[in-house]
């Protein structure tokens, strides 16, 4: 099983009823794979905040719920977060973060243990396939017993590897019912005065309790050591173990999979025991300086290893003097950027901004490719919902909201653009918002979400109408285009962002991937001048040959974006049997 499988059949055998997660990598395929089971509720929230409250209501209502989200997602998810720390709960909850090691698919790096620590609830990290499905069923009965969400931590390596998984039962849970309490689940200061003391006791419990925790049928402990040379001492947890048992197979290990809060009398046994002590964790020195803090000599952790990027087993083989394993020379390979697809929807609108010369605030989706050569036609890319509060901050730093304009996508437009759209409106911003409509969530594999008539089962379900909610907000000025429309498209951009008031600009068309494009091949006729135009669109179909464009017939999907901007209508379709040039 995947990594993230494995967590979604362990939900389904701990038998949880409710998950609402929002899509991120590498957290995904944990709540699609729980989509597939019956007699679950499974939903995309619009944002990980959601996401926690509906799972803590549902444990509210008596059932274990489950929220899953990457870890800047657990950003968007701290309100709720800290304050469930505080309250407990009924069902248990389990929100599952996973962090990004490596920034494979995300704007920063970031260790959720911090989260975990700061908020004092406990936190389990896996190290394979099959503890994923053993640890979440255990985060359950850990939630349930000491009143407490519990944070399951992952990440992209552990997410997306596969192992050999044992299979159980679902097991069918009578729901609790609810009782009226108050000064347990009111969050006023009265209350959370004294709750705050019985979250700091329950933490000091589970680290009392922690080394006798144990998890799966093998019944081995969450904290465990296994002694070998004692020259050598390491501490690790999650994948970083794996690279340690790889690369020193000989040393002592202390694998910690509780990892808030710290087993201290544990460590410090450990400690004693050997004669060298190494910290090996992925990220921020987490363990290492809560170590250090303790009085234990640490002979080396992050002066040894970074905290940027991903780990391996070379790279600790290296650390530690350990020959490499012989392998074959690497062979030259031409770079492979990462481009917008073939017949992207994106691609026209990112185009004529860049023609105009635009400032554009961009956000997290595929579409921030764009700021990439050859449009590089976007300036920023902060944080979800971000495009569209920076334009307004620009536009009151600089007194003009004309050669700015913001750039986001219907799901992020959901996840926090509303509030953002609503603080223009209600701040007197003249800015101009463009919401690129593709009719799904594109970066993370293809969610539904709350535009698109379809729920996280792919059944039919009401779809919200972006115009009509801006509208709501008080917009009066909403066009809606389709963005290969090239001429349209310019003639409007210049009417909205020349007006004194705020507008909003939706583009319309399906992403190439889910839509069937009219599989039309391209070909660039006797009429070319070699402006090379189309090349500025940057389609991963049309390359330089020979000192001329060339549009690549096994590339081309048809789209006849090419077409629309070459200025010599040199750019026609090939006849039935005509190699493509």
């Known amino acids: 099983m995947l990594g993230n499988e494995a967590f979604a059949q362990g939900a389904y055998e701990a038998g949880v009823k409710v998950v609402s997660s929002y899509p991120g990598t590498p957290s995904t395929e944990v709540t699609e794979a729980l989509a597939k089971r019956d007699g679950i509720h499974v939903e995309w929230a619009p944002n990980e905040k959601v996401g926690v409250e509906v799972a803590m209501g549902a444990s509210t209502g008596g059932v274990r719920a489950l929220s899953c989200m990457k870890h800047v997602g657990l950003n968007v998810a701290a309100d709720p977060f800290f304050t469930a720390a505080y309250t407990g709960v009924s069902g248990g909850v389990v929100v599952l973060a996973a962090d990004d090691n490596g920034c494979h698919s995300s704007q920063n790096e970031q260790d959720s243990r911090?989260?975990?620590?700061s908020a004092g609830v406990p936190a389990l990290e896996p190290a394979d396939p099959q503890e994923c499905k053993d640890y979440i069923k255990l985060a359950y009965e850990i939630s349930e017993k000491?009143?407490?969400?519990?944070?399951?931590?992952?990440?992209?390596r552990l997410s997306h590897s596969r192992g050999?998984?044992?299979?159980?039962?679902r097991c069918e849970r009578e729901r609790i019912?609810?009782?009226?309490?108050?000064?347990?689940?009111?969050?006023?200061?009265?209350?959370?005065?004294?709750?705050?003391?019985v979250q700091e006791?329950?933490?000091?419990?589970?680290?009392?309790?922690?080394?006798a925790m144990t998890a799966g049928d093998g019944a081995l402990p969450l904290n465990r050591v296994e002694m070998g040379d004692t020259a050598i001492g390491i501490i690790t947890s999650g994948i970083c173990y794996q690279y340690v048992k790889d690369a020193l197979?000989?040393?002592?290990?202390?694998?910690?999979?509780?990892?808030?809060?710290?087993?201290?009398?544990l460590i410090r046994d450990f400690a004693a025991r050997v004669e060298k002590l190494y910290v090996i964790e992925e990220g921020e020195p987490f363990f290492e300086e809560q170590i250090r803090a303790m009085g234990v000599a640490v002979t080396g952790g992050k002066d040894m290893f970074t905290i940027q990027g991903e780990y391996s087993a070379n790279m600790i083989r290296k650390a530690f003097g350990r020959p490499l394993p012989e392998s074959e020379p690497a062979k030259d390979a031409p770079g492979r950027p990462p481009l917008l697809c073939a017949g992207c929807p994106h691609r026209g609108l990112f185009h004529v901004l860049s023609k105009l010369k635009k400032t554009v605030m961009g956000d997290i989706g595929c579409y921030t490719l764009a700021a990439l050569p050859p449009t590089a036609a976007m300036d920023s890319c902060l944080c979800m919902g971000g495009s569209i509060t920076m334009a307004h901050g620009f536009e009151k730093a600089t007194g003009s909201s004309r050669d700015v304009v913001a750039v986001l996508g219907d799901s992020t437009f959901f996840h926090s653009g509303i509030t953002g759209l609503v603080n223009m409106r209600y701040n007197?911003?003249?800015?101009t918002v463009i919401v690129l409509d593709n009719r799904i969530t594109g970066?993370?594999?293809?969610?539904?979400?709350?535009?698109?008539?379809?729920?996280?089962?792919?059944?039919?379900?009401p779809a919200i109408d972006i115009a009509a909610l801006c509208r709501a907000i008080g917009v009066e000025h909403i066009v809606e285009i389709d963005p290969f429309e090239i001429k349209d498209l310019e003639r409007v951009i210049k009417e909205e962002t020349e007006r004194d008031e705020l507008s909003v600009i939706i583009t319309k068309r399906p992403c190439a991937l889910i839509a069937k494009q009219p599989d039309i091949p391209y070909l660039v006729s006797d009429a070319c001048k070699n402006c090379k135009q189309c090349m500025k669109i940057g389609c991963p179909a049309i390359e330089e040959k020979d000192g001329r464009p060339y549009i690549v017939p096994e590339r081309c999907v048809g789209c006849g974006l090419c077409e629309k901007v070459c200025p010599f209508s040199a750019i026609e379709i090939a006849a039935d049997g005509k190699e493509g040039r």
């Open 114 to 117: 911090y989260y975990a620590r």
């Open 146 to 156: 000491y009143d407490t969400i519990v944070l399951l931590r992952s990440n992209t």
């Open 164 to 169: 050999i998984v044992e299979l159980g039962e």
């Open 177 to 197: 019912p609810y009782v009226k309490d108050i000064q347990k689940r009111v969050a006023m200061p009265a209350m959370a005065k004294k709750l705050h003391v």
């Open 201 to 211: 006791a329950r933490l000091k419990q589970i680290e009392k309790d922690g080394p």
């Open 249 to 265: 197979p000989e040393a002592s290990v202390l694998k910690l999979g509780l990892i808030n809060p710290l087993p201290k009398e």
């Open 428 to 431: 007197g911003s003249h800015g």
């Open 443 to 461: 970066m993370t594999g293809h969610q539904d979400n709350p535009s698109t008539g379809r729920n996280a089962r792919g059944e039919e379900a």
